[in-house]
């Protein structure tokens, strides 16, 4: 079994309905960064029924444990520093200064380097600028004020030929932040909300524009096979974006209270979501 979107998919499904099926009989094989980061916000979400199979995937996995560390103190690790070595981090949102020069731009700068390193050359940067508009989303548009946005965190992972990164929040939803703005205020429900993001560009400010994060992240893949996920409130869709054109497949899924997004793109290949192993970091 491996912990990847799929599987997320199914666990918000099984979360959001009554049972007394036992998630720590589940033995993961390997983990996606997008697994990875929105199992640290579920686990917020759903405290009591995650507890003790989290328990034990958390002492097989470092990257997993790492990752709730960062989510539940809102800090960066003290043992940061081993995480980098081999293109895998994490990076909390807490408040409107997230974006800092003592901690976020040195770890914009180790993704960009892993990035390069990888093969992306220049469009390194360009993910670089994806990666920190959509971190920026989460402080924008999670909380009702800017100024104090929903717990939130950045996850990255990078191999050769691959990058994928992925940001979630605890916040108000995709739905909720658009029917700010009243000529979204007829959006039904969250699937609709992030077909408008997309397809429109939909943003909950009156004036100021449309929505740029998106338009970045789609420029920053234009010419690499990249899967773009995400999820809100009920709400789930799924993009294959590559050299040819871009299609985007909206569902229905399991409710979650917050905002995620997961991509990753690949030099060469089909776009795929990228597993690593339970050991990766031992």
Known sequence: ?????????DLREYLSKES???????????????GIVQLACLKSAYPERLNAALAIWRASSKALDNAMATQ???????????????????????????ADAKNYHPFESRFCKAAKQ?????????????LGE???????????????????????????????????????????????NPKWDQLQNSKEALMAIIQQHASRRPYGGDGEGFKEVFRSLANLNGLIEL???????????????????PQFTGL???????????????????????DYLT
């Open 134 to 180: 959509m971190a920026d989303n989460v402080a924008q548009h999670s909380g009702h004020d800017p100024v104090c946005p929903a717990a939130g965190i950045i996850g990255y992972y990078i191999c050769d030929g691959h990058v994928a990164f992925s940001i979630a929040d605890l916040g108000r939803g995709a739905l909720h932040s658009l029917k700010e």
């Open 20 to 34: 007394d099926s036992q998630l720590e009989n589940l033995s993961p094989s390997g983990y996606s960064i997008g």
């Open 1 to 9: 079994m491996h912990i990847d979107g799929a599987f997320i998919n």
């Open 72 to 98: 539940e103190s809102g800090m960066l690790p003290s043992t940061s520093k081993m995480w980098d070595v081999r293109g895998l981090e994490f990076f909390p949102i807490r408040d409107r200064l997230w």
């Open 231 to 249: 999820f809100s409130g009920d709400g789930r869709i799924r993009i294959m974006n590559s050299p040819t054109g871009r299609q985007a497949t």
């Open 118 to 130: 990888a093969g992306f050359g220049n469009k390194a940067e360009a993910l670089s600028g994806a």
């Open 256 to 278: 979650l209270t917050g905002f995620q997004i997961t991509v990753n793109c690949s030099l060469a290949g089909e776009p795929s979501e990228r597993i690593f192993p339970l």
